[in-house]
């Protein structure tokens, strides 16, 4: 059996179609639907039960398991950057994690979570996955950086992978609201208004939509997660992007084209409270990572936003 928690968000569950079609259909998840949309990424897939966080904690504590546990999968968060509750965060993001960290241990199993590119605060340390003296921006980020760093202090990392995902977008983050991709929230944005909108620069480094990111497909990173459960001998803490900076501006251009349509961009103000905690440039140091997983190759951001855009955001139900 493989636990998945986070199994019905974003990732998780695009990672539970990657099981499934690898054929590993013996899937716990751990993860609370809510009263929205989440309920449709698990449609069309297969998996044992659906359990909540605290219903986990409470199972991890007595250790009742009808099964084997093969791995854990550990996805669940809260990953909203905006999120101000300093103690929620550091429960749902720290402790939670702690607590799976030491039950998969205790079991002897692979254990995979996600940490965040968040955790590199302003970028000004770089962005390389042995550097440990970062700085988030935000709470979110600094609960993630707080579980690295537990990691590391008892030496989880050499037997424990954590992945740093950089921006992940694609199918099934619908539900996710003012969270969700920019390729997501605009492809509604230019089908009602004909145009997108991004934010100004607010540092002369950059132009306006010039920020720029290192965006990946969350089918790579899904490929990259299953090649890794299948790796027990690959370990520590890695990044997880491609390795290449685009900016806002590309982005929205690949969306208009796969759409079809000119490229409509226009700017408005950011936001002073977003402002004093953004990320104007992010690329992924990826030499950890190849060096570990020769070979892996990831798609380009116009072929990525191609396949989101025409095969999953133009049907009724977009999910991978």
Known sequence: MIILTGGAGFIGSCFLSTLNAAGREDVLIVDSLGNGQKWKNLVGKTYIDIVSKDDFRDMMALGDFDESIDAIIHLGACSSTTETSADYLYDN???????????????????????????????SRGYSDVTTDLRPLNMYGYSKHLFDQWVRRNDMQVRCVG???????????????????????????????????LFKSTDGAYGDGGQMRDFIYVKDVCNVMLRLLQR??????????TGVARSWNDLMAATFAAMGLPADI???????????????????????????LPGVAFGSLED?????VNGYLTREWPNL
Not at 232 to 239: K, S
Not at 271 to 286: G, H, I, S, V
């Open 93 to 123: 993001n720290y402790q939670y994690s702690v607590d799976v960290a030491e039950f998969a241990a205790a079991q002897g199993v692979r254990f995979i979570y996600a940490s965040s590119a968040a955790t590199y605060g302003d970028g």
């Open 163 to 197: 992945l740093k995902f950089f921006n992940v977008f694609g199918p099934n983050e619908y539900h996710k609201g003012s969270m969700a991709s920019l390729v997501s929230k605009s492809v509604e944005q230019i089908r009602q208004r004909g145009y997108v909108e």
């Open 232 to 241: 027990p001998d690959v370990n520590g803490i890695l990044n997880l992007g």
């Open 266 to 292: 226009r700017y408005i103000d950011m936001p002073p409270e977003l402002a004093k905690q953004y990320q104007n440039y992010t690329q992924a140091d990826m030499s950890t990572f190849h060096a570990n």
């Open 304 to 308: 990525s936003v191609a396949d989101y």
